[in-house]
Structure formats: C-alpha cells, structure tokens
C-alpha cells in the first residue's frame, strides 16, 4: 500500500471553493480544510490541479486503513474551510 493517495474533489464543487477561496497565498495554492471520512476526521491542505481543473485531498495510509480505502475506491467526504 502507498504512503499516499490523492481524490479528486468534484469539478462543480471545486469550482466553488475556488471561486470563495482560491486566492490562496499559502504553498502551491493549498487550502487548509478540516476532513471528514467516515468516523475519521483531520486536518490537512486541499491543492489545486491543473490538469483536472479540480483540487486533489491526500489521503495518508493511515486515513485509509482506518476506513478500509483501496485505490480505485469512490469516498465521500466532508470540508471544512
């Protein structure tokens, strides 16, 4: 199992956040968020991609094996801003 997976946030809703937040000044454009999955819930950034024109949220292999995530899986998540 890797270190680290990346989700995709969804376009329309990435788009939104981009629109209330994407000012960003922080590294590589990254937004703090609060992150729930599952009973799991932290802290982490949320980072724009280019080519997705979406953000991508790094699931650490902790978070994972906590939920029981393989790659390939669909999650649904909860943001915090």
């Given at each position: 199992m890797a270190?680290?997976?990346f989700a995709y946030l969804d376009t329309k809703k990435a788009a939104t956040?981009?629109?209330n937040h994407g000012?960003?000044?922080r590294g590589f454009g990254s937004i703090r968020?609060?992150?729930t999955l599952g009973k799991t819930k932290w802290k982490?950034?949320?980072f724009p991609d280019k080519h997705s024109g979406s953000y991508v949220l790094p699931?650490?292999?902790a978070?994972?094996?906590a939920e029981?995530?393989?790659a390939g899986d669909t999650v649904t998540i909860t943001l915090e801003i």
């Open positions: 270190a680290w997976y956040i981009k629109a000012k960003s000044k968020v609060t992150v982490t950034s949320i699931l650490k292999s978070v994972r094996r029981g995530i393989d």
